[in-house]
């Protein structure tokens, strides 16, 4: 059995908007085992970020309750000294965009050896230097002398993703949580940044948080999966379980939307409607409801738990019991422009504040 490497029990983030804390990662608990890929899919705004950013201890000024344990010490109340210790060390990060996460008056050879000038006390210059060609190197860059003295700008977004992955794993991090990795790329080198971490998960058998909200990605990568909508988790699973029974109607849909995941012969499914913005998140019942009104409101919980539907296998709702997708775009009931929703009377709406 994998030993667990961290272990997040409870988490809650919220950001203040106006007066109130609003909920962008709800109630959420998880593992990640030494040697495995967690993937979190989902849309644009369900949280994934947040929730990394939150283990990274990355929100200057955000609530977050709950624990956050890593190798059994909890990261929530961790003096910043002995936090900012672990990360760039122990837990590294990959983010979704490599321009903004490199420092453009420093070459990315500098960048490379201050990670590891940070976190190795007493290497000397001359092994700073080697050990940053040898990073290079390992994450495939042509000419790593030349390139060592490039400033970023002057790479391709391929190259400094790269370069992003090596000051990442300078110092050979137990958990490495790639925020996006390949969004900003074309298809060949995306395939190629993807190999990248597969090997150094193996290499380091490091446990790795991977966000993303493509499916292809996740097939490709994924030990595990963690469905999450609307700052919740609504399914996890490991990848076989997830995606030839997905439960979930969030996650059937999301499979049922690509093309070669859809069952062969029935119609590809949009999922209609967006998910809404923080502030205007329902926060009583399912949160998916709104998105599939063709299914009776009986069918939801009133709180919706995570349930163990068989081992490993947890799906939030009861409404996956009775989900199907609609005969046809109008029986979906929810007009495509449609800003406004309501359930029981209340009234919610889609958009950005
Ligand atoms: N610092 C912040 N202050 C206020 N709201 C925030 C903050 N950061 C994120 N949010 C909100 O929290 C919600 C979750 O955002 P988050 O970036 O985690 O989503 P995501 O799933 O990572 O989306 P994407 O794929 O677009 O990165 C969104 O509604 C977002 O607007």
New binding site residues.
């Given amino acids: 059995m994998k030993k667990s490497l961290l272990k997040i029990e409870r988490l809650t983030t919220s950001?203040r908007?106006g007066d109130d804390y609003y909920a962008?990662v709800d109630d959420v608990s998880l593992t990640v085992n030494r040697g495995e890929v967690l993937a979190i899919v989902?849309e644009?705004?369900?949280?994934?970020?947040?929730?990394a950013f939150s283990v990274m201890g990355l929100h200057a000024h955000?609530r977050i309750d709950g624990r956050i344990y890593y190798k059994g010490e909890d990261l929530i109340g961790m003096p910043a000294a002995k936090l900012n210790k672990l990360r760039g060390s122990e837990i590294g990060m990959i983010f979704q965009d490599p321009l903004s996460a490199l420092n453009p008056l420093m070459t990315v050879g500098e960048q490379i050896e201050e990670s590891l000038l940070l976190h190795r006390n007493g290497i000397s210059r001359a092994q700073r230097r080697n050990a940053a060609i040898e990073l290079l190197n390992k994450v495939g860059i042509p000419s790593p002398e030349r390139t060592a003295a490039q400033y970023p700008h002057e790479l391709s977004g391929g190259m400094r993703q790269r370069i992003v992955i090596a000051i990442a794993i300078a110092n050979q991090p137990s958990l490495l949580i790639a925020d996006?990795p390949t969004t900003a790329l074309d298809v060949t080198i995306q395939l190629q940044i993807l190999d990248l971490i597969k090997a150094l998960k193996n290499d380091m058998d490091a446990g790795v948080i991977l966000?993303t909200?493509d499916l292809g990605v996740v097939a490709e990568m994924a030990d595990r999966v963690a469905v999450?909508y609307a700052g919740q988790i609504v399914e996890i699973a490991d990848i076989f379980t997830l995606t030839s029974n997905p439960k979930h109607p969030y996650t059937r849909s999301l499979l049922q939307s690509i093309p070669n995941s859809a069952e062969s012969g029935s119609r590809l499914h949009t999922i209609q409607g967006i998910v809404p913005?923080?502030k205007h998140l329902p926060r009583r019942g399912c949160r998916f409801q709104s998105r599939i009104p063709w299914i009776e409101a009986s069918e939801h919980e009133s709180e919706p738990e995570l349930h163990e539907i068989e081992p490993g296998h947890f799906v939030r709702c009861t409404c996956h019991l009775r989900f199907r997708f609609p005969d046809s775009a109008s029986d979906a009931g929810l007009p495509p422009s449609a800003d406004a929703y309501s359930i029981n009377g209340e009234e919610f709406r889609y958009g950005t504040s």
Avoid at 44 to 51: D, F, P
């Fill in positions: 950001f908007i962008a989902g644009s705004g369900s949280g994934k970020s947040a929730l955000a996006e966000i909200h999450m913005s923080l």
